[in-house]
T-cell receptor
Framework: DAGVIQSPRHEVTEMGQEVTLRCKPI?????LFWYRQTMMRGLELLIY????????DSGMPEDRFSAKMPNASFSTLKIQPSEPRDSAVYFC????????????FGPGTRLLVL | DQQVKQNSPSLSVQEGRISILNCDYT??????FLWYKKYPAEGPTFLIS?????DKNEDGRFTVFLNKSAKHLSLHIVPSQPGDSAVYFC????????????FGKGTHLIIQP
C-alpha cells in the first residue's frame, strides 16, 4: 500500500487566497484525521471523520477552515481566506477504527501564507 | 491547557547507551498511549503503544512503561543507535477507536557517536 497520500507537499500563497489541501487515506481505513503542527502549539487535531461523516470538528480554529470527505478515498481541508497565522504543516492520518487506535500519517503539507 | 506534556524539548545520548524519554498526562480518561517518531519532512510514524490496563510493553529495543497513579509514561530505547535520532511524540487517546490523538510537543532525541 502507498500509505496516506497528501497533496500538495508544499504550498505558498498570499494572504486572502483560498487554499485547498488534499488527502487520500489508506484503502480500507474508515477514519480520517486532519492535524496541524506549529512551533507554538505542536501537533493538534483539527477534525476527524468516521465512515465519511465528521465526528468532531471542535479543533477547527475558525469558520475560515472547512473540511469535507465526499467518499472513503478522498478528503479536503480548505482555508478561505488564508492568513499568515495559518502557516503550518498540515497532516492527514487514517486508521481502521475497529478498536485499533494506531493512526497512520501522511507526509504533510507545508503551508506558507505571505 | 496541555493534557499531554513532554517537558524535555531535547535529549542527547551516546550511541549504545539507554535513551529514556518521558511524558506526563493530566486527563484520567486517557486509556491508550502511543509513541510516534518523526524525521524531518516526514509524517509521524507509529512506534509502540500501551493500554492503560498494562504497565509495560516491549518491542525489540523499545519498551514503554506506564505509571497510572503518577500519570506518567516513559519510552526506553536500548541500545540507542544513530538512526534513532528523531523527534519523539507521546500521544494519548480516550475511547475505543475513532478518536483523535492528543499529542505532546515532542522531544528531539540526538544520538551521538
Amino acid at each position: 500500500d502507498a500509505g496516506v497520500i497528501q497533496s500538495p507537499r508544499h504550498e505558498v500563497t498570499e494572504m486572502g487566497q483560498e487554499v485547498t489541501l488534499r488527502c487520500k487515506p489508506i484503502s480500507g481505513h474508515n477514519s480520517l484525521f486532519w492535524y496541524r503542527q506549529t512551533m507554538m502549539r505542536g501537533l493538534e487535531l483539527l477534525i476527524y471523520f468516521n465512515n465519511n461523516v465528521p465526528i468532531d470538528d471542535s479543533g477547527m480554529p475558525e469558520d475560515r477552515f472547512s473540511a469535507k470527505m465526499p467518499n472513503a478515498s478522498f478528503s479536503t481541508l480548505k482555508i478561505q481566506p488564508s492568513e499568515p497565522r495559518d502557516s503550518a504543516v498540515y497532516f492527514c492520518a487514517s486508521s481502521f477504527s475497529s478498536g485499533q487506535e494506531t493512526q497512520y500519517f501522511g507526509p504533510g503539507t507545508r503551508l506558507l501564507v505571505l | 491547557d496541555q493534557q499531554v506534556k513532554q517537558n524535555s524539548p531535547s535529549l542527547s545520548v551516546q550511541e549504545g547507551r539507554i535513551s529514556i524519554l518521558n511524558c506526563d498526562y493530566t486527563n484520567s480518561m486517557f486509556d491508550y498511549f502511543l509513541w510516534y517518531k518523526k524525521y524531518p519532512a516526514e509524517g509521524p510514524t507509529f512506534l509502540i503503544s500501551i493500554s492503560s490496563i498494562k504497565d509495560k510493553n516491549e518491542d525489540g529495543r523499545f519498551t514503554v512503561f506506564l505509571n497510572k497513579s503518577a500519570k506518567h509514561l516513559s519510552l526506553h530505547i536500548v541500545p540507542s543507535q544513530p538512526g534513532d535520532s528523531a523527534v519523539y511524540f507521546c500521544a494519548a487517546i480516550t475511547g475505543g477507536g475513532a478518536d483523535g490523538l492528543t499529542f505532546g510537543k515532542g522531544t528531539h532525541l540526538i544520538i551521538q557517536p
